[in-house]
């Protein structure tokens, strides 16, 4: 009973905070823009020709910033985040004058993406604190809207932006907003997901998602012991999760003893934590007993197939996701969920600051691609990873 109050608990969550989009898709929501981070060099963006605040250089910021990232130093777990970050140097980011740099992300108010935004914030307060010259920061919201997206690319190019960080909606749908941006003089960042033509740009910084695929399948295998039926959960809309998925089979070509015996593929678009609950329900009633494990493209078909598992009142399943949100984490602690490779768009966003005005100083020696390290979390170390902003 105790479990079940908790996980009834976790759920309620669920209904708050926003499906993560980056890793599954997600169904059109409220399209009121999340309030802006008063604490850093960005404003809020349904009128972005009012909104551009610039960053501060004063000696206070920068002993402030020195002051909090020794306080986080000591942090547990936070040597591995600070590892998936790019260095900032202040003689790499020496262009010789005023810079605008933007970020546009297709919704703020999901976790994933008020991370990607926090992590692009915080790389803007430390370079103005190395640096003479003024930067200035502005977020633009998509609201899930691709006519938006379009609005706020002109938006940068018209009023002058040296630097874009994008956040694609869509692989497909994006590339006119995309090719507008390359075509112009604005140097340009994909950050998360690659669109069709991402080669034209600047740089690419995704997640290690091939990797966070292998990883899930190689810990879901080594709990089942080396055999046992898997069921899958993916999401034929989402390139990052064929990607994840590729990086699975490849794995499990390791593991003979264990086969997979029925994927969720195409069936859950846009995916949500109710559509994987009823996918997962109609597996279940096929599959019942049989099930040993479950792989998931990330961890929010793991919360729906959670949830149906509760319903069922099936016990001994290991469910496996990806992303390492705050809601997996709860899952991990109180022994619903197994584990997740967990990805940090923290860095994603602060890496898209760095490359970007390394890029735009001529000092960028990076290939074109970087990818973001991920990192397994269960039981074993989820408290060291549970307080961090992914």
């Not at 260095?87 to 546009?104: F, N």
């Not at 874009?164 to 112009?184: G, I, N, Y």
């Not at 990797?211 to 039926?229: D, I, S, T, V, Y």
């Not at 846009?270 to 040993?292: C, F, P, R, T, W």
Request: with cysteine; charged share 25%.
């Amino acid at each position: 009973m105790k479990k079940s109050r908790l996980f009834a608990l976790i759920l309620a969550m669920v209904l708050v905070v926003s499906s993560l989009a980056a890793c599954g898709g997600s169904d059109d929501k409220d399209t009121t823009a999340a309030p802006a981070d008063t604490t850093a060099a960005a404003a809020e963006t349904d009128a972005p020709e009012e909104d551009t605040t610039a960053a501060s250089a004063d000696t206070t910021e920068a002993a402030g910033t020195e002051a909090a990232a020794e306080t986080k130093a000591a942090e547990p777990g936070t040597a591995f985040v600070d590892q998936a970050k790019m260095e900032l140097k202040a003689d790499l980011i020496d262009v010789g004058h005023d810079v605008k740099i933007a970020l546009i992300v297709k919704q703020r108010s999901e976790l994933f993406y008020a991370s990607i935004e926090s992590g692009f914030l915080n790389a803007v307060e430390e370079a103005q604190a190395m640096v003479d010259y003024n930067i200035e920061a502005q977020v633009l919201d998509d609201n899930t809207d691709l006519a938006k997206e379009l609005e706020n690319v002109q938006y940068t190019i018209d009023n002058g932006f040296d630097i874009v960080v994008f956040v694609a909606m869509d692989p497909k749908s994006s590339v006119p907003a995309f090719d507008l941006l390359v075509a112009s003089d604005v140097k340009t960042l994909i950050v998360d997901a690659p669109c069709d033509g991402s080669e034209k740009c600047d740089a690419v910084i995704v997640s290690a998602n091939e990797e966070a695929g292998r990883m899930q399948m190689e810990k879901l295998c080594e709990q089942l012991g080396g055999k046992g039926n898997v069921l899958i959960l993916t999401d034929s809309t989402n390139p990052n999760a064929a990607i994840r998925e590729q990086g699975a089979m490849a794995e499990l070509e390791n593991w003979p003893d264990v086969k997979i015996i029925a994927e969720g593929e195409g069936d859950i678009p846009n995916v949500n934590v109710d559509k994987a609950q009823q996918k997962m329900n109609e597996l279940y009633q096929v599959y019942g007993s049989e099930i040993n494990g479950i792989w998931t493209f990330s961890d929010t078909p793991a919360q729906g197939a959670i949830a149906a598992l509760q319903e069922s009142q099936s016990e001994g399943i290991v469910v496996t996701g990806i992303d390492g949100n705050a809601v997996a984490k709860q899952l991990i602690q109180g022994g619903q969920m197994y584990g997740t490779a967990a990805q940090f768009p923290n860095a994603l966003g602060y890496d898209g600051v760095v490359a970007g005005l390394e890029i735009l100083a001529g000092t960028y020696d990076q290939e074109q691609t970087i990818y973001v390290p991920v990192q397994w979390i269960d039981s074993s170390n989820v408290d060291e990873y549970a307080a961090f902003d992914q």
